[in-house]
């Protein structure tokens, strides 16, 4: 049976970021490793990453698509705290040092579950990845909780007004099935609305396309920033409220 240690994705981003990610304990659930030349004894940037979810897996196709739905969860959960984080992506696959044959991203939108390990090893990685920071915790609960993927997949997507609106229009969606209060505020999210469905404001990214304007509109429009810092600081507010063992996102 394969282990998952022989399953290597070879990693493109910020070599800083993996650099620090690779010197602490972190989470297997996503493990950075690398960046250093053990031949002439000084860094490189070969960061590499391996995950429990490939464990006992054969089929390459299969952890392609492990691969990078855990990078998409990895790049969201960074977009959440920096609008222009450098996102991470594969850029070869590894099996027992052998190069795989590239695997092209398939459109799938499913939760991967638990890993096939016990739930005190998740219990563990948790933690683990908890005392890293707040990504891998996020990432661990996108796995298995619809909202928190929700949040990270619409946030590695191309960010733009449609996108924007549809994560507030999920967001609010969840707050009602969980009961939270969260603390919008209503002339923001005016605002924000306002922009993001009038094409006059916002110009061919518009949710609505093309609106005749047939008389001034008094509403403050907003900026793309702070559209990014308005739907960001209701997904901190609802992961906060909605999962306490986070902490403060």
């Not at 928190?148 to 609106?165: Q, R």
């Amino acid at each position: 049976m394969s282990n998952f240690s022989d399953w290597e994705f070879m990693l493109n981003g910020s070599p800083q970021e993996f650099r620090q990610r690779a010197s602490e304990v972190g989470s297997y659930y996503f493990n950075i490793y690398g960046g250093v030349d053990h031949w002439l004894d000084c860094p490189n940037d070969d960061f590499r990453m391996t995950t429990l979810y490939c464990e006992g897996e054969t089929d390459p196709n299969v952890v392609w698509q492990i691969g990078y739905e855990l990078i998409s969860l990895f790049n969201g959960a960074s977009i959440l705290f920096n609008k222009n984080y450098r996102k991470a992506s594969i850029f070869k696959l590894l099996h027992q040092e052998t190069s795989v044959n590239y695997a092209p991203q398939k459109s799938i939108a499913a939760l991967l579950g638990k890993p096939s390990v016990s739930q005190e090893r998740i219990n563990e990685e948790f933690q683990n990845g908890r005392n890293s920071g707040i990504k891998f915790p996020l990432m661990h609960l996108a796995t298995e909780n619809q909202d928190v993927y929700f949040i990270l997949k619409y946030l590695d997507m191309e960010p733009s007004w449609t996108n924007y609106y549809k994560l507030m229009e999920a967001i609010e969606t969840f707050t009602k099935e969980k009961e939270i209060a969260l603390d919008t505020v209503k002339n923001t999210r005016k605002s924000f609305t306002n922009t993001a469905n009038n094409f006059s404001l916002s110009g061919f990214d518009s949710r609505h396309g093309f609106k005749e304007v047939t008389k001034q509109n008094n509403t403050d429009a907003m900026s793309f920033d702070e559209a990014y810092d308005f739907v960001t600081s209701m997904a901190k507010d609802f992961l906060k409220k909605a999962y306490p063992i986070l902490g403060r996102p």
